[in-house]
């Protein structure tokens, strides 16, 4: 039965990404649950927690509210709270228990809204769906209430969609990205959304590309592209790969068309290695290690809402079961630590901790993709 | 002075001028970073060879498959995913009960013992945990299922779910026979410290007192259940410790953990009488006590302290017994109080007005200045993050401390916390102080 699971853990669902997404845009994030969406969140899913602020909260719900379908407590506490701390937007996420009860998040959001005249919107969420599709609308979102309408392309820009620490750990392996690119003439104009603010993503619409460099960044990219022709770029540059990255970007600044970076050759008969975890990031690594030892890996897919990114012969795998029946024929798997107890005894392992999936029990090992002289690096030289 | 008739609309207040019991007005709810009070993974991990599988949505599963990831304990622990169809379509129950199955087939081993966890979903879908519960006992006879809940949403006018876990461990004792001179001590997450003088004399006096943490089999853990008197000393514990000695028609004391002598005394009042046995030398305990807080004051001085709620279900209690020794208490974190702790609230307002409440889920928490211009010495971990200090006493939920022995060694740790810096960054994120941690 694929929704019992006997020892993986579960990706993180859409309200922490909803929060990862918008941590550090100055906003005011409230989940509608009664306790533990935030312990889980901030205790999990974000590394931030401890040294940096935001307005992340919980509503409370409790039980007579949610029966009596009294909303007015929700929202007046939010409506205090903006009130005394200014935030610069203010969005909202649904537990699964506000879900059941069809509660009316967008007229809850216009109320809030009118009252603080801080603008206000929900974020579709329930609970129940992976952290690609809560993080990943929450950028929509973002495309379609703050960025600027009139701008002036800038040759040779780029924005990063997609970049929160449920993919990218620490902000180092940020730092490291935009380096790549900054090294190879490319102007980074924003990142969506770890290092920069909310007035430097309103300039998005200046960028000449888009690079979406997680699942994560998808929507966004799709918004930007609707809104401002802007086309985008899926891949990371990572290894080897990073001159076909920047290539595409090249080949899409010239012709406005979106494209993948990657293009790695499929023949399930000869994969001797297997990668599971963040679709762009892991097919990029699939790419530089085929490109550096012809090494034919396939790749399985564990999450929600990455169909874009996924090419014949990849997998998408959904539950426990799926995804042991898949590994079970495995000689070498890249993924998460915590993977390792479905692989086959006698696959070997390399571990690359995500912290969407084993949260902050590696904390101490993570693997900056980006680093030239990084673990993996060395490891698939 | 006037009093207040509401709680406060702002994160602070004096307790003078605070609303019993709740100082703070319910508002959006801030959670920080200090996370080493125990969870309802961590306190059922404590029945050997039990293991637990949680049917819920994925966000909800999230925090509590990564506590059992966290104390490196996935092996004992399963999951069962709900998704909207379920919902929409009523099939929670079969889901729960087909998953709950499913993941005990996959175990290598079978357990003695299954904690399972149905959630808020279960409660308003009106699901049929009678039927849960029956069809899984049939096609396990040999595993006892604990009907346990990761139920918050009913919390804050009903029973916590670690109320409610805390009554299901003892729900699963099989009616026995009572054995004579023994006594289990139940209902709490951390043993009774070694320093405990409860220990010394019930031994002294031939009783032979057993805890969850002395078990290392469910044979073990099920021995408990033989004792003729049933201890409770958490508050957490005390609802589910006094119904399971009800059922099994145990005898049963409550003995609340404080820092009050006169309350202390009567605890031990209790044990006299319950148990035949001679009072204890008050007078002198009560002495070395008095000494060991004055050694503590004459090091500590008059830099300030600060304590939270998490530290020890007595709060107030233990800010009393500072101030009385000549502590200089300047804050108490806290979001409620605690019927047992009127006394206490109501003394402080008399002796030490400009005490300063201050509480921890408040949302403007977040953003409340935490650079310290001066040292300070906090009893707590969200003190110790509040204040922003390396210098704190890392302990929760009172540890083990009790009666004199309690006092004395707390005396002890602060004394070591104002000398030795810990590294609060490192040391209280991480999850379950005690249990292990990979993080």
């Known amino acids: ?381 | 002075m006037l009093k207040p008739i509401r709680p406060q609309n702002s994160p602070e207040t004096l307790i003078s001028q605070a609303f019993f019991p709740l100082p703070f007005a319910p508002s959006l709810e801030f959670n920080s970073p200090a996370h080493g009070t125990w969870n309802i993974v961590h306190t059922g991990m404590q029945i050997p060879e039990a293991h637990q599988i949680y049917v819920c949505a994925a966000n909800c599963m999230r925090g509590v498959v990564l506590t059992a990831a966290e104390m490196n304990a996935s092996e004992r622990f399963s999951m069962v995913i709900l998704e909207e169809g379920d919902l929409l379509e009523g099939t929670v129950e079969d889901i729960t009960i087909e998953g709950t199955a499913d993941a005990i087939r996959k175990l290598p081993k079978r357990p003695p013992a299954v904690l399972l966890f149905t959630v808020c979903l279960h409660h308003f879908l009106g699901c049929d945990l009678d039927r849960i519960y029956r069809e899984l006992r049939e096609q396990f006879p040999n595993i006892v299922f604990f009907r346990c809940y990761m139920d918050p949403i009913m919390q804050k006018h009903g029973l916590t779910p670690d109320q409610k876990l805390r009554k299901a461990m003892l729900d699963a004792f099989p009616p026995c026979e009572a054995s004579v001179r023994s006594i289990s001590i139940l209902g709490s997450d951390f043993a009774l410290s070694e320093r405990c003088e409860l220990r010394s004399v019930l031994q002294e006096n031939g009783y032979h007192a057993r805890e969850i943490q002395d078990c290392s089999t469910f044979s073990d853990y099920f021995n408990l259940a033989t004792s003729e008197l049933f201890l409770s000393l958490y508050p957490a514990g005390k609802y589910g410790v006094e119904q399971g000695a009800k059922r099994l028609g145990r005898r049963f004391l409550y003995l609340p953990m404080c820092f009050g002598y006169e309350e202390i005394r009567q605890n031990w009042d209790k044990v006299s009488e319950e148990l035949g046995i001679c009072p204890l030398d008050h007078t002198s305990f009560q002495k070395k006590c008095d000494q060991a807080l004055q050694t503590a004051r004459d090091i500590i001085g008059t830099t300030p302290i600060a304590i939270d709620g998490t530290f020890h279900p007595r709060p107030l209690g233990l800010a009393r017994l500072l101030m009385e020794h000549s502590f200089v208490v300047k804050t108490v974190y806290l979001d409620g109080i605690s019927s047992e702790e009127e006394r206490d609230f109501r003394w402080l307002q008399a002796n030490a007005p400009t005490l300063t409440l201050k509480a921890t889920i408040r949302p403007e928490m977040r953003r409340m200045p935490r650079e310290q211009e001066e040292k300070v010495l906090a009893l707590g971990q969200k003190a110790a993050w509040f204040e922003n200090t390396p210098y704190f006493v890392n302990l929760v939920q009172g540890g083990g401390l009790w009666g004199y022995g309690g006092i004395l060694e707390l005396a002890d740790w602060m004394k070591d916390a104002f000398f030795t810096e810990k590294d609060t960054r490192d040391i209280i994120p991480r999850k379950g102080l005690g249990c292990e941690s990979c993080v």
Request: with cysteine; aromatic share 8%.
């Open chain 1, 1 to 381: 039965m694929n929704r019992s699971y006997r020892i993986l853990p579960i990706y993180t669902a859409d309200v922490s990404g909803v929060c990862s997404a918008l941590f550090e845009l100055g906003g005011m994030v409230v989940m509608h649950d009664p306790s533990g969406c935030n312990s889980t969140y901030n205790t999990h899913d974000e590394l931030r927690w401890y040294d940096q602020d935001s307005l992340i909260f919980i509503s409370g719900l409790f039980e007579l509210d949610a029966i009596m379908g009294n909303d007015q407590k929700f929202i007046h506490d939010i409506v205090s709270t903006a009130e005394a701390l200014k935030p610069r937007f203010i969005a909202l996420a649904s537990a699964p228990i506000p879900y059941l009860n069809g509660t009316d998040f967008d007229g809850i959001s216009l109320e809030i809204q009118n009252l603080t005249q801080i603008p206000t919107f929900f974020v579709p969420t329930n609970g129940m769906h992976d952290y690609t599709i809560g993080a990943g609308n929450a950028l929509a979102e973002i495309v379609k209430r703050f960025v600027h309408q009139s701008v002036q392309k800038r040759s040779h820009s780029v924005n990063l969609l997609g970049v929160t620490p449920l993919d990218f750990g620490r902000q180092e392996m940020v730092e490291a990205l935009k380096t790549t690119l900054t090294g190879a003439g490319w102007k980074v104009l924003s990142c969506w959304a770890m290092g920069d603010d909310l007035d430097t993503i309103r300039r998005s619409g200046e960028a000449s590309v888009n690079l979406v460099v997680s699942a994560v960044g998808l929507r966004a990219a799709k918004l930007l592209q609707q809104k401002f022709g802007t086309p985008y770029v899926i891949g990371a540059p990572i290894g080897l790969l990073t001159k076909d990255v920047f290539q595409a970007l090249e080949r899409a600044e010239k012709t406005g068309v979106s494209q993948s970076a990657f293009d790695v050759p499929f023949d399930q008969e000869k994969a001797s290695l297997t990668l599971i975890g963040e679709p762009v990031l892991m097919k990029s690594l699939m790419a530089h290690i085929y490109k550096k030892h012809h090494m034919i890996a396939r790749y399985i897919c564990p999450l929600e809402g990455c169909e874009e990114v996924l090419e014949q012969g990849d997998l998408l795998a959904r539950g426990e079961e799926e995804l042991e029946a898949a590994l079970k024929d495995a000689e070498l798997v890249i993924a998460d630590p915590l993977y390792r107890p479905i692989c086959p005894k006698n696959a070997a392992f390399f571990e690359l901790p995500h912290v969407a999936f084993s949260g902050r029990c590696f904390q101490k090992g993570f693997i900056n993709l980006f680093e030239p002289n990084s673990l993996i690096e060395r490891c698939f030289l």
